[in-house]
């Protein structure tokens, strides 16, 4: 069985004549798979192609480091800030 890492991405894509930076928070068993869901989803948003979106950096983060409270939920994380069980 694989373990669900979490990988933090940051980049940017050209948006118009200006590029627009990102940082994502993806589940996924190795960085390949994180990179594909980014490339899908910033595509599908934001109607760029794959060579528009530049990717400066890749890390594998601890499930403390998630600040997007979606994945924390996804890997039942709950999140004591936000009403989660105590």
Known sequence: MHMVK?????????????FQEFRKEVPAIVPKHALEKVYSEIGSKHGVKRHQILIEKIEEISLEEVENPLVREILGETDEREGGAE
Not at 6 to 18: A, N, Q
């Open 6 to 18: 979490v990988f933090r991405i940051k980049g940017r894509f050209r948006c118009g004549e200006f």
